[in-house]
C-alpha cells in the first residue's frame, strides 16, 4: 500500500498545514477521488474550543477508523466533514479541510452539493417512517431523478450494495419500520449510497446492533470499501482492527483544554506498536 | 388514594354519559330528514334547522381556510426555523396568553375591528376572521407540538442525504407530525364550531328568510340558534331544542371520530 506508506510518514512528523495540503494533492491526484485532507482543523462550541489542531490524511477508497474515549470529539470532528455541524448553531469550525483538493468550508459552496458527495450513517438506525423503496430513492429524489426506471434502478443498486437487496426485494412496498434494527441500518446504509456519494461517514453504525447484525455491516464495510471511502467512529476496538486501513487515535486530556489527534497510522502498527504510550494504554484497555 | 383518584374519574365520566345521554334521549326523537332539510316555521317553534346547518357548516368552512394555513405555517416556523431566543419564548408566551383570553373578548375585538373598523360589517368574513383569532393559539401549538414529537435523527438523516432545510421538513418531518397536526386542527375547529359570543356580535342572525349568498352576507348558526330557542323564544317544543342540540353535536363528534379513526391507522404506521 503506497498510500499507507506516505501516510505513516506524514503520521510520525506531525506535519504543519500547508504540508498536509501539498501532501494531499501527491496522493489525492490517484485517479479515484473521495480523499480528505485536514489541517489545523479546530472546532469550537460558542466560547469553547473542543477539538484543536487536528492534521489528518484520509486516502480515498478505504476505511479510517476513528477511536478515542467518549467526549474525545471523534463525532465532532466526523461531522465537520459532511459540515452536519453547520446544522447547530454557534459552532465554529477553524483550519481547513479538503476533499479531492476544494476547500469544503469554501463561502461559494454549498453544504447541501457536499452532502450528496459525502453520506452519513448514524448511531441509531434512523429509517424515515415511509416504505423502503421512498427511503431509498430520497436521495435521488433529492438530486432530481423522477424517471421510474432509472430509480428503480438506483434503488436496487443500493440495497444490493447495502447487502439487503436479497432479503427485501419482494418487499419494497413495506413500511421500514416493520424491519428488524440490523435491517433499519443497512436500509440506512442503502439510502446514503443511493446519491452516489464519494464517501460515507459512519458514526458507531453498529453499536445499536445484536452480535449478529454488527457483523453483517461489517461485512458491507468490507466490500463497500472499494467504493467509497469510509470514515468510521468505533468505541468497539476489535471493530476498528478488523475493519479498518487507518486508525486515528484522539483524546482530550482534560476539560480544560481542547480533544487533539494523539497518532493516526496504519491499523496494524497502531494496534501492535503504537509511538504513543496513551495510545497503547487506551487500546490495551487502560482506560477510555 | 387509588379509591379517591379512581371515584374522580368515574364521576367524570358519570358527567359525560349524563349529558350525552341527555342529548340523545331528548334530542333524536326530534331528528327527521324534515327538521334537517327544511326552514324554521312558526316563529321558529316548528319546521327544521337547514339554513342553521347550512351557516355552521360555510362559517367552520371559511374558518378553516382562514385559519389552516397560518396556523400551521406559524407552528412551522415555531418548531423548525424560530431561533432559540427570549423574543421567540415572548411569542410563544403570547401565543399561550391568547388561548386564555375569553371568548366574548375575541368577540369585541371581531366587533371593533373587522365589523367596524374593516366595515366588513355583521357577516359571515367577520365571524370567520373573528373565529381564525380564536382557533389560531390551539392550531399554532398544536402543529408546533406534533412537529417537536418528530425525532430530530430523522431530520439529520434528510440533511445528510443533501436535502435542504425546507425539503427535510416538507417530505419528512411534516408526514411524520400529520396526525398531531391533524388531531390538532379537528380540536381547534370543533370549538370553533360551538363558540356562541364571538359570533353573537360579529354576524350571526336571529332569524333570516334566506341562506347567505356571499361572505359578506348574514348567517344563522346551531351554538347561537340554540341560545335564541332556549332564552329568547317562548315555549319552543324540547324536542327542537334538544334536536338541534344533538345535530351540533353529532356533527361535532363524528369530525372527531373520523379524525380519531384516520390518525390510529397512520399511527400503526408511525412509532419511535
Redesign the interface.
Known sequence: MVMSAAFEEIAMDTPAGAEVQSRARTIGADAVSGSFALSDVSVAYGNETVLAGVNMLVPSRSVTALIGPSGCGKSTLLRCLNRMNDEIGRVRVGGTITLDGQDIYEKTLDPVDLRMRVGQVFQRPNPFPMSLYDNVAFGPRTQGIRKRGELDAIVEEALTDAALWGEVKKHLKKHAFELSGGQQQRLCIARALATKPEVLLMDEPASALDPISTQQIEDTIAELKDMVTIVIVTHNMQQAARISDQTAFMLRESMDEPAHLVEMGETKRMFTNPDDKRTESYITGRFG | MKVVTGACVALVIGAAIFILGKIVISGLPGISLEFLFSKPGMGMRAGGIFPIIVGTLMLVTLTAVLVLPLGIMAGIYLAEYA??NLVTRLVRLSIANMAGVPSIVYGLFGLAVFVLLMQFGKSLLASALTLTCLTLPVIITSTEEALRQV?S??R?????????RW?SIH??VL??AAPGIVTGSILGLSRAAGETAPILVTGAAFFLPKLPDSVSSQYMSLPYHLYVLATQVPNVPPEVTWGTAFVLVAGVSTVSMIAGAWRSVQRR???W
Open positions: 431561533p432559540k425525532p435523527d430523522l439529520q438523516a434528510a440533511l445528510a442525504l443533501g436535502a435542504t425539503r417530505k419528512v408526514p411524520a404506521k408511525v412509532k
